[in-house]
């Protein structure tokens, strides 16, 4: 069993940024896929960003250029660096972790392990 911990949301202004984080206590990373997902009140789990083993990241078109997610594999974390917020931004964001890869890995039925999420709330 993976636990994995988010931390790092909040309430926010419209144009700032933030940097979410998740921790793996039990730990490695390594071989695990990792992404991030949000789900907005009213709406389904949306795909965010994924991390991949090897390297190498992949995002949500509506995260291209705005998002980063990174993975510290020494520290057991994953990181999603979020700028230019905006209102609809909003969501309860989560950590997610994959044991191996599956097709369609924007889908959150693909991944094995989750996170209890972090608030993030973009003011206009």
């Known amino acids: 069993q993976v636990q994995l911990v988010e931390s790092g949301g909040g309430w926010i202004q419209a144009g700032d940024s933030l940097k979410p984080s998740c921790a793996v206590p039990?730990?490695?990373?390594?071989?695990?896929?990792m992404a991030w997902f949000r789900q907005a009140p009213g709406k389904g789990r949306e795909f965010v960003a994924v991390s991949w083993v090897g390297g190498g990241s992949y995002y949500g078109d509506s995260q291209t250029g705005r998002f980063t997610i990174t993975r510290d594999n020494a520290k057991n974390m994953l990181y999603l660096e979020m700028n230019s917020l905006k209102p609809e931004d909003t969501a309860v964001y989560y950590c997610?972790?994959?044991?191996?890869?599956?097709?369609?890995?924007?889908?959150?039925?693909?991944?094995?392990?989750w996170g209890q999420g972090t608030q993030v709330t973009v003011s206009s």
């Open positions: 039990g730990g490695p990373v390594t071989g695990y896929i």
């Open positions: 997610a972790a994959a044991a191996q890869y599956r097709p369609s890995i924007r889908r959150a039925l693909n991944y094995d392990y």
